[in-house]
């Protein structure tokens, strides 16, 4: 089953505020789909688009 999110949602999964959640929705910097002109995310996408920053942000050994 697919956990769908809401910004709200996701901005406390992300520890940022509302407003930064929507902005990156907005410019396509995280994965999300409008709905009825509210953002809606997969929690499965979101979590993949977290480990992938973090790996990118490990340093080089």
Known sequence: ???ILTIREVA????IN?????KL???G??????V???W???RSEIETWMHNK???SEPSK
């Open 18 to 22: 509302e407003k930064t959640a929507y």
């Open 40 to 42: 809606r995310f997969d």
């Open 25 to 27: 929705a907005a410019r």
């Open 54 to 56: 973090m790996r990118k």
């Open 36 to 38: 009825g002109g509210s």
């Open 29 to 34: 910097e995280i994965p999300g789909f409008k």
């Open 12 to 15: 406390l999964l992300l520890k």
């Open 1 to 3: 089953m697919i956990d």
